[in-house]
């Protein structure tokens, strides 16, 4: 087999990813554009070149041997935006997880490391490939070394041989040195000689060769001001081609033989994709078998029930509800496990769900239950007619609580958390994905035994460790309760009108098609506008719109460059228009119409409470949070959410700017309380404070900006993030930030303090003592630290409006039930709660549901709540 080197320039392809997606987040806050698109490069060069051996380089600090022969290498370069730096850690684990070695050198660049080993590689007989968004590797090409260059994107790549050189600059590579050397790299800051460009130096190389040469020949240079500014410049034109030369003698500790590629762990990529949330790029690792290895288990006596009787139930009880598919709304109950002071029973489903024994023993409130993942163990029972009651304890939620940092809900990860090991995996047992099946009863029974088991043994510990934290009334006076909460809203579902969506469908159906025939009255013809392909030629060939980025297909169209084309031609907005229209149709409107129950016209959204790292609830299935509303026709997809009786209306209740009011509450900052008690508008107050100004004197633009301000603050913003929100430059956008701080300086303390506090603890905590670990606080990694800095100021504002919300649901079902209205909570989403209610007891909503949700956590300011009601959702605006 070929012996064939792949030498990744890693912080340029990662700054490359960087700046061609847009900025992306996953659940935890962390960035991952760079990562995502590294990876995206990774997995395309890997499977086509598929290389014996690979290594990515890094640079290794801010100085390099260069650096002593002209100070200002690469000086008035950018600081890298953290949104970048934050990622770096986690493109490294990447690497680990693909085996491939990744390396730097401290005082020489990533460059010199691959020029070193590629000249070893060429030796060895090997073929070598570089990949860069760098043109300065392109003097490595050889024979037996190609250089794949990016272009615009991160996947579209120039392939630079010497023969391509040739025809492009009609140059050898190693006269891309020497032509370096005459223009100079303002990338790099490497001076050059003023007054000479790419084409005026590639033409005087054809001439003479080299600087060396050129230099020794100025006599015969044409051009008296060439000739000038040559004889002048002569040290800086030989210093600068010294600089941009790479050194391939570099004294690195790996060798080729250190750099053998194997092929990637499929489980811990899989692991990195699902923490990172690159679910389609998790797709693309196939389907794989993670069966672990049978381990060897003590012996677990236990009894298989089939005449269920009243002597196995006791007062306390372990009961474990096995419910494999993720969407227990409609997923069969497998069986059910009981560990009692009796000893420990597996009960088939069928068995169990037509005793009425059990049916009694599970609604008795006075019985004493503790389970795992309460609100789908309640959600399953309802739909065969069982109220589930006298839930005490629930370790999906406990554990949750003890570390929201651990995503996994499988109870095998879970218990081995917390050390119980006597327990399998589901997918051990089960199988994953098309392998999915339910094992002989007796290999079922074991496995369920096993969790009531782990379940009897882990209350205790893990009550003691909520005592420990202080966090015993946040479990059984928030979370618990809230769980039953969520089943009640989970199971009653939300009324769909599903003839409204079918309408919105043809509607929307009708808007494509008019502004189809509009798209093509102004492109002149008919194409197909859903293909990047034919779309590409219609607007860069026909029309003649400048080229902004290319792919390895032809043309880029995506949004991002469809937005900087917007202002060239009216054809681009009504393309933008026809895309977003799509996506609403195919996603939401096709989406929601998928999920409705066909008996009930109901959807059951699952709400996801032990999930996000903050405390915020999520929802799946559908996920009603994320019905875009920034679009009127995308607000529209609201008009379909109905109360599910004849003569109610929706009512909805939702808090105004909470996370601010709690930043104001917790950094104590006089001048943010002091407008809040004011009722002022925070923004407005913002742009007053920052710009100096009356509020008579505030514009629109001065209010907007000041809105990214205060919102981005509460998310620990950087100078880059606020640039891009803000469409300024990162100078401007720090120094808007500079002056938010003078204004608010109390922020500015809290923000140290926190960081401070973080790095004493290891954690922060909410109002209610949630906490969120951070053990990243005090990695020498800058940027981790970094990242976990941020991540230290958000968490207690973010959190505190999580439990604040939660709080107030908690005690609406308290008031409801005290005034016996028939009023229901239908949804959470944000910081909204939807009800629907009878038109009688609106005037009753009105005073109460404020009142309630205003008093739900006590601060140092107002929080304040706003209502409205209607017909349907979108009416209660």
Known sequence: ?????????????????????????????????????????????????????ALVAFDAGKTTFRHKTYQSYKGGRQKTPPELSEQLPFIRELLDAYGIKHYELEDYEADDIIGTLALQAEHDDFEVIIISGDKDLTQLSTDKTTVYITRKGITDMEVYTPSHIEDKYGLTP??????????????????????????????????????EKLLDSIDIVSGKKLKE??????????????????????????????????????????????????????????????????????????ETVTDITEDIFAHKAALYVEVIEENYHTSPINGFSLKTDKGLFFLPAETALQSSIFKKWLEDETNIKYVYDAKRSIVALKRHGIDLCGISFDLLIASYLLNPSEATTDFAGVAKRHGYQQIHTDEAIYGKGAKLKLPEEE????????????????????????????????????????????????????????????????????????????IFNIAGETFNINSPKQLGVVLFEHLGLPVIKKTKTGYSTSADVLEKLEPEHEIITEILHYRQLGKLQSTYIEGLLKVVHGESQKVHTRFNQALTQTGRLSSTDPNLQNIPIRLEEGRKIRQAFIPSK???????????QVELRVL???????????????????????????????????????????????????????????????????????????????????????????????????????????????????????????????????????????????????????????????TRLLLQVHDELIFEAPQAEIEKLKHLVPEVMESAVALSVPLKVDYAYGPTWYDAK
């Open 1 to 53: 087999m070929p012996k064939k080197l792949m030498l990744i320039d890693g912080n340029s392809i990662a700054y490359r990813a960087f700046f061609a997606l847009p900025l992306l987040n996953n659940e935890k806050g962390i960035h991952t554009n760079a990562i995502y698109g590294f990876t995206m490069m990774l997995m395309k060069i890997m499977e086509e070149e598929k290389p014996t051996h």
């Open 174 to 211: 190693q006269q891309i040195i020497d032509m370096k050397g005459l223009m100079g790299d303002q990338s790099d800051n490497i001076p050059g000689v003023p007054g000479i460009g790419e084409k005026t130096a590639i033409k005087l190389l054809k001439q003479f060769g080299s600087v």
């Open 229 to 302: 500014n040559l004889t002048q410049y002569h040290e800086q034109a030989v210093m600068s081609k010294e600089l941009a030369t790479i050194t391939k003698e570099a004294p690195i500790s790996v060798s080729i033989k250190d750099l053998p590629y194997n092929g990637y762990d499929v489980k811990k990529v899989s692991s990195l994709f699902q923490e990172l949330e690159f679910h389609s790029l998790l797709a693309k690792l196939g389907e794989t078998d993670f069966d672990e290895p049978t381990e060897s288990m003590e012996d677990i006596p236990y």
């Open 443 to 518: 290999i079922l029974a074991e496995h369920l035994v096993r969790k009531a088991a782990g379940l009897s043994a882990l209350v205790e510990p893990c009550l003691q460790e909520l005592e420990k934290n202080k966090q015993i009334s946040l479990f059984y006076e928030l979370e618990l309760p809230l769980a039953l909460i969520l089943a009640r809203m989970e199971a009653f579902g939300v009324h769909v009108d599903v003839d409204r969506l079918q309408e919105m469908k043809k509607e929307i159906a009708a808007r494509l098609e008019a502004i189809e025939k509009k």
């Open 646 to 656: 004849q003569d109610w209306v929706i009512f909805a209740a939702d808090y105004s």
């Open 664 to 822: 104001a509450h917790i950094a104590q900052d006089e001048n943010l309380i002091a407008a809040f008690k004011k009722d002022m508008d925070i923004h407005t107050k913002t742009a007053m404070d920052v710009f100096h100004v009356d509020e008579t004197e505030v514009t629109a633009e001065m209010r907007r900006q000041a809105k990214a301000v205060n919102f981005g603050i509460v998310y620990g913003i950087s100078d880059y993030g606020l640039s891009q929100n803000l469409g300024i430059t990162r100078k401007a956008a720090g120094e808007f930030i500079e002056r938010y701080f003078v204004s608010f300086p109390g922020v500015k303390d809290y923000m140290t303090e926190i960081v401070r506090e973080a790095k004493e603890k290891g954690y922060v905590e909410t109002l209610l003592h949630r906490r969120r670990y951070i053990p990243e606080i005090t990695s020498r990694n800058f940027n981790l630290r970094s990242f976990a800095e941020r991540t230290a100021m958000n968490t207690p504002i973010q959190g505190s409006a999580a439990d604040i919300i939660k709080k107030a649901m908690i005690n609406i079902a308290e008031m409801l039930q005290k005034e016996k209205l028939q």
